[in-house]
């Protein structure tokens, strides 16, 4: 069954600390996965997009890593700032297809 | 460059009222999604346009809700009878690009926060 799953669930961290998010996917074949970020009450804004070969993306304080191998991929903040407290989403393309996967989402909250 | 529009940015109703949503995409963009994302989830595809024609629409209720584009710009997602369940953010979303490239580039609105009582 094509899945994706995050983890942790919520996180709470203070200003200035990093923080790593986690995904996991079933889905098969592989195309890409993208990483969202939602503000509360706002559309999700994509932050990276990565494919089969591509194994780290940045983006500013963000750095995306994709494991092919294991289906993993992370998502690694770093220096958080008060405005990265959001949801994020981790989105899997199937190969050959236009359906995306999304998984339920991390919230973060960062602290003072 | 301005991006998508959706109104109302709220609304709330009583089951078995109607309700309509309205979404223009950035300027240009063949590919509409709408999308329904209950809290806690991510966001679930409801109907997918390119240009004024339904690419899929599998997973959209179509005995309560329904969508049109009829003119390829913009779209009306509604709602007839509402339901508890239905109480979500209903998203759009629209790409440039069209077919599989669409989803390279994909632009969401603000949503729309559906609350049924």
């Known amino acids: 069954k094509n899945q994706v799953e995050q983890s942790p669930q919520s996180l709470i961290i203070l200003e200035g600390k990093n923080c790593t998010l986690q995904?996991?996917?079933?889905?098969?074949?592989?195309?890409?996965l993208r990483w969202y970020k939602q503000d509360t009450g706002r559309g999700p804004v994509s932050l990276t997009i990565m494919t089969f070969s591509e194994n780290t993306k940045s983006n500013g304080r963000y750095t995306a890593t994709l494991d092919a191998d294991t289906k993993q991929s992370s998502l690694h903040i770093t220096a958080s700032q008060l405005s990265d407290s959001a949801s994020y989403i981790c989105?899997?393309?199937?190969?050959?297809?236009?359906?995306?996967?999304f998984g339920t989402g991390t919230r973060l909250q960062v602290f003072p | 460059e301005a991006g998508v529009a959706q109104s109302p940015r709220y609304k709330i109703i009583e089951k078995r009222q109607s309700v309509a949503f309205w979404c223009n995409p950035i300027s240009g963009h063949a590919t509409l999604y709408w999308y329904q994302q209950i809290l806690g989830q991510g966001p679930k595809l409801l109907i997918q346009?390119?240009?004024?024609?339904?690419?899929?629409d599998s997973q959209l209720p179509k005995d309560r809700f329904s969508a049109e584009r009829l003119k390829g710009v913009d779209s009306t997602l509604k709602i007839q009878p509402a339901k508890l369940e239905d109480s979500a953010v209903y998203l759009c979303?629209?790409?440039?690009?069209?077919?599989?490239?669409?989803?390279?580039?994909?632009?969401f609105g603000e949503g729309s926060r559906l609350t049924v009582l």
């Open positions: 989105v899997v393309r199937r190969d050959n297809t236009d359906k995306l996967i």
């Open positions: 995904c996991n996917y079933t889905v098969s074949p592989f195309s890409n």
């Open positions: 346009f390119q240009n004024n024609g339904v690419v899929d």
């Open positions: 979303a629209s790409s440039s690009s069209t077919g599989l490239a669409a989803l390279q580039f994909l632009f």
